[in-house]
Structure formats: C-alpha cells, structure tokens
C-alpha cells in the first residue's frame, strides 16, 4: 500500500501581491529644501494661518501641521516652513512641515497649581516676541501690581523687553503704582481715550509686541485703536470689579506703518502662573531685590527668618510692598494657593 505524502510549508505557495510586499523601512525624512517660510499670526481649531512674504506681494496662507512634527506644538508667532499649496487661494491648504529655531518664548501656566498626573501644564502664549506689553488700568478695574509682578517675572525668564502700559488715565494718576516700580528700570507708557497713541506707537514700532492684561483693562480697545480693521470684541467691566473675557485666542495683527511693526493680542487672563519659572529667574524678576540677599545665609529661601531681605527693606533700600510681593509668589510656587493668591 502506497504511503500518504505529508505535507510541509515548502509546499505552500502564496503569490505576493502589492500590497502584501514588504517595503524597507526608513528614519530619513524629506528635508523640503523648497518649503515657504511663513509666519503664524493665528490658529483655530487645528488650523493655522501664516503670513507669506514673496517678494513685494504679502499675502495669507491657511495651514495644517504635518504628521513628521510629531507632537510639537505651533503658537502664534511661530517661523514656519511651508509645503503644498502655499498660494493662498480660496479652498487652498499647506502643510507646516518644519519649526524654526525660537528666539523667545513666553510660557505660563493657568495657575501655580496647574497640575496632572504627568505634571505640571505648560502654556506657550507666545514665540518670538521682542517686547512684552503689560497692559493694566488704572482705574475700573483698579491695578494689580500682583499680576504686573508676574508678567515681569515671566518677561525676564524669556529675555523679552517689559513695557508698562497704563490706561485710564483719566480715571487716576499713575502715581501709586509707579511708586511701587521706583526702583526699576521699567519703562511705562500712560494712555487716556481721549489722548493720541503716539508714544504708544513709537515703543511698538519695528517690534513684535506680545499684550496681556486682565479682561476689561481697555486691552482691545487699544487694539481696535492702533489698527482699526481688527475690530477684535470689547467688553465691559462686571459690578464686581472683575473684566469679562473678550478675546478668545491670540492673532498677531500687523500695525499699519512702513516698518515690520506687529502686536499680538491675547486672551484676558486673571492669572498667570509661574510653576514652571526656576527660584533664580523668580528673584531675577525682583532685581531691586537682588542685592540684598547677598548677606543671606546659605540656601537661604527667603521666606522670613535670617533672610537679609528683611533687613535690606529696613534700611529702606527696598519697597516692602515688593518684597511682600516676592514671597507670596515664593509660597504660591510651592503650591501654598492660601498665601499665593494666584489671581493677584
């Protein structure tokens, strides 16, 4: 009796298809030599809209961010390259397939307690921006010097250049709170709604001017002022002091003059976190204070004690309202929320 054949893999034949061959794998990814650089003025909703300068002729490109960026994060301000259809045309849409190099970047977080379980959430309002305008009224609502504090602290961490904007001039006078930053170099600007911008224009000219401030300080009214196309939405200040949020998310608007001049106006916050800012640049931001903790004992935290600080005040060579100041940020940086007062 003749013996079954077994059967073993070789006899199996399969014929490959196309979609079946194997294609060899690779890290190498197009260098896109070609790519348009653009500038990101705005984003919404997972698109991005650049300005595009080719030649004389400047002109608005509506983009997408390609999957090689991985989860790199695009802001407003952003240098961009770009691939696709970059004519700007109706129905148009490019790819974002390269970040340029940052030269500042201003980051915050919502609060000081602004935790997940992954850690603390990073908020990048801005790149590239020269000059950071901290926009606070001077009456209706009454300034902050908390939150001008923080903004400080934030502008030297990133290397950006503070200006102190006050508005309302004609409510009150400047003078508490100029008071208050008599020790330092801090250039300021007064603005009344029946006053001309001029000076204001002549610190923002050639620049790219990130604005911030708490919502009703008179913000985007500013902006409505200096580039009257914007038309960006203005709000009223409640009965309880507070501004009700007007804009919803930052736009880099191009002022209208010869230079390169832009303003990058941003939502109304009533925070601004700085758990993300290292002891060293929250002092930096002090730097009336700086001098004083020479005398300070070794890893001295400067939150009473032996702090030479307390001393250095004393002599009246500092504002206590500044060293007052520097250590509830110190207590809300350590997650302290009662003495922190974060929204200040």
Avoid at 274 to 300: I, K, Q, R, Y
Wanted: proline share 4%.
């Amino acid at each position: 009796m003749k013996k079954k054949r077994e059967y073993d893999e070789d006899d199996v034949k399969v014929r490959a298809t196309k979609s079946s061959r194997s294609r060899p794998r690779t890290r190498t990814r197009p260098k896109h030599d070609d790519a348009v650089t653009g500038f990101v003025v705005a984003v919404d909703r997972g698109r991005y809209t650049c300005v595009v300068h080719e030649g004389k002729k400047v002109f608005e490109v509506t983009c997408m961010r390609a999957r090689e960026l991985g989860r790199k994060s695009v802001v407003v301000g952003d240098e961009v390259g770009l691939v696709g259809d970059v004519t700007g045309d109706a129905g148009s849409l490019a790819r974002i397939v390269r970040i340029e190099e940052r030269r500042s970047v201003l980051r915050r977080t919502a609060d000081d307690d602004d935790t997940t379980a992954e850690g603390r959430i990073e908020r990048v309002v801005v790149a590239n921006a020269d000059q950071l305008v901290i926009v606070s009224a001077l009456a209706d609502p009454p300034p902050r010097e908390g939150f001008i504090d923080r903004c400080l602290v934030a502008a030297y961490a990133a290397d950006i250049e503070p200006l102190l904007c006050l508005t309302k001039a004609d409510l009150a006078g400047p003078e508490q709170v100029l008071s208050y930053y008599a020790e330092l170099d801090l250039d300021h600007v007064l603005t009344r709604p029946d006053g001309d911008l001029d000076e204001l224009r002549e610190r923002l000219s050639g620049r790219r001017s990130v604005l911030v401030g708490h919502s009703g300080v008179g913000k985007s009214t500013l902006v409505n002022r200096l580039i009257p196309d914007a038309r960006r939405a203005v709000g009223v200040v409640s009965a309880i002091g507070k501004g009700r949020h007007t804009s919803t998310s930052a736009v880099a608007l191009r002022l209208p003059d010869k230079r390169e001049s832009w303003i990058i106006d941003t939502p109304g916050v009533r925070s601004f976190g700085l758990a993300l800012v290292s002891s060293d640049d929250l002092l930096h931001g002090f730097p009336d204070l700086v001098e004083g903790t020479v005398d300070c004992p070794p890893n001295c935290e400067h939150n009473g004690g032996e702090c030479a600080l307390d001393a250095w005040v004393a002599q009246g060579k500092a504002d206590a309202r500044r060293l007052a100041s520097y250590r509830r940020l110190l207590s809300s940086r350590a997650g302290d929320t009662e003495t922190g007062q974060t929204s200040t």
